[in-house]
């Protein structure tokens, strides 16, 4: 049986892949606080279809500590001098200090560019990326979404912006005729439910228990980076709110490109989950103004399942019901998520501006 943070988590990575215009209204807010849900729920998405998908630093040569303690003051000359360093796993003062280093480079402002492709039993099923602003607490997330062609749709693209302005919430959406433009959420209650990931929390990836080794050498942009790869499984814990982080989740592979400064430029890895899913679908409707939401079972031996499910979504006025045309198969899903993230405008100060023409929203939070 699921817990409700697991049955959320489930929630939220559905709303993740559906992106779309929210339109404001009297629900604004409440459509955006659930942070990835840019868009509403399809009818009959199933509970737990594949889940959504989603950061980097500079200028590398060999420093000390990185290749485990082989740190000479030019390249190897030879290969397998070359192959000693690179074999070597990193102390863990060097880590820790990797850590340290980019946590400084970017402790008062920064951007970090999050991109993701997700695929579920080797079908691709949406990409994306998010491009990250801060400064202080000041934040701007311009959210871009893609989802294949697929059960009658055509691929599409969809965009929307969060920001937070001296801690005044603004959103860039659609509006019900259909036209993008600035929104400000005036109900002070709605805006601690708006959260823009925070891409520095990335960092808590590197752990001297990931065993880090030193994998080769990069020029990007004409700064040196040293590529450090995990040969042990990382925790995913602290970044539930990645594409692809559920309950259940792993980090199947993860590589860190470093500067001499000891300070991440770029990361990149990859997230996997298998599932095994029992026949319980999600419809939703509007009635009144209200979102319900409805699971739907092939047969009465899902029903106690389900009703479990909607008691722990009682503010969503969640209920069941059978219908017999739904598939009764148990469905297995690997799904796989691989993200990349670059690092960028370390030391230089970030402008964050309220957004021109904001129509003012009061919403519910």
Same mark, same amino acid.
């Given at each position: ?20 215009? !929210? &339109?404001?209204?009297?629900?604004? $807010?409440?459509?955006?606080? #659930? ?9 009959? !998405?199933?509970?737990?279809?594949? @889940?959504?998908? +989603? ?5 590398? $040569? ?9 740190? @000479?003051?030019? *390249? %190897? ?33 920064? *951007? ?35 989802? @294949? ?42 805006? %601690? ?6 891409? #520095?929390?990335? $960092?808590?990836?590197?752990? %001297?228990?990931? *065993?880090?080794q030193v994998t080769g050498h990069r020029d990007t942009d ?23 982080? &559920?309950?259940? +989740? ?32 999600l419809e939703k409707s509007v009635k009144n103004g209200k979102?319900? $939401? ?7 031996a899902y029903l106690k399942e389900a009703r479990a499910y ?10 069941? #019901? ?30 964050? %501006? !309220? ?11």
């Open positions: 049986m699921l817990t409700e943070d697991q049955l959320a988590d489930q929630l939220r990575d559905q709303l993740r892949r559906e992106l779309a215009a !929210v &339109e404001p209204g009297p629900d604004l $807010l409440a459509g955006l606080s #659930r942070r990835r849900a840019r868009r509403t729920l399809a009818t009959r !998405v199933s509970l737990v279809a594949a @889940p959504a998908a +989603a950061a980097a630093v500079a200028a590398a $040569l060999i420093v000390p500590g990185i290749g485990g303690g082989v740190a @000479p003051a030019t *390249k %190897p000359s030879s290969p397998s001098a070359s192959a000693t360093a690179r074999s070597a796993v990193l102390t863990a003062a060097t880590v820790k200090q990797v850590a340290s280093q980019s946590r400084r480079a970017m402790a008062r402002s920064g *951007k970090a560019t999050i991109s993701y492709r997700m695929s579920d039993n080797g079908k691709i099923t949406g990409s994306g990326s998010d491009r990250i602003t801060f400064a202080g607490h000041n934040w701007n997330d311009v959210i871009t979404q893609n989802f @294949p062609a697929g059960n009658g749709a055509r691929a599409s693209t969809q965009t929307a912006i969060n920001r937070i302005v001296n801690g005044q919430l603004y959103l860039h959406i659609a509006g019900p005729d259909n036209r993008v433009r600035w929104y400000h959420a005036t109900n002070p209650a709605g805006q %601690p439910s708006i959260r823009i990931p925070d891409p #520095r929390t990335l $960092l808590s990836l590197l752990s %001297p228990s990931a *065993k880090f004409g700064t040196r980076l040293t590529g450090l790869r995990a040969t042990a499984i990382p925790r995913l814990r602290p970044l539930s709110w990645l594409p692809g982080a &559920e309950p259940g +989740a792993q980090v199947t592979s993860l590589t860190v490109w470093v500067d001499a400064h000891h300070v991440v430029h770029q990361m990149s890895l990859q997230i996997t989950h298998n599932k095994t899913t029992d026949p319980i679908y979102e319900r $939401l409805t699971f739907v079972v092939p047969s009465r909607a008691r722990k979504l009682r503010r969503y006025h969640a209920d069941v #019901r059978v219908d017999p045309s739904t598939s009764p198969t148990v469905r297995h899903d690997h799904l796989v998520t691989d993200v990349s993230v670059t690092f960028g405008g370390f030391g230089r100060t970030q402008v964050i %501006p !309220v957004p021109p023409n904001a129509v003012p929203q009061f919403s519910r939070g």
